[in-house]
């Protein structure tokens, strides 16, 4: 019976080395793995502030979209530019033929002065 409780014991040391060798390795593969979660977590931050961004990037746009002028009303804004530059443009050649009518008639009434002798 003695023999047969050392050849446990032996027994058990082996086994003992064995899973001692096994938890070396697990501590490795524990080492990897939490390097792995580092990599993740940073992956996962750099994940989320992309999505934020994009996800303020399309508010930017909607309120681009709510806001912006389309081209029926920038179209209709230039053609009641024309129209007014245009009424401008008349208004300013009237001025200017009225100005020299009122200086021929001004020219005329001197011319009628003198030879009525009023002035």
Known sequence: MEKRII???EGQT???K???GHDKRFDVIDRKL???DKRFNDHD???NRVFNKLLDHDQ???DIRENMATKQELNKVINTLD???GLYVKTDQEQVFMGQRIARVESDVEKIKTAANVA
């Open 14 to 16: 082996k086994i003992t």
């Open 34 to 36: 939490d390097e792995h």
């Open 45 to 47: 931050e750099k994940f």
């Open 83 to 85: 129209k007014f530059v």
């Open 7 to 9: 050849q446990l014991l």
């Open 60 to 62: 930017q746009l909607q």
């Open 18 to 20: 064995i899973l001692k």
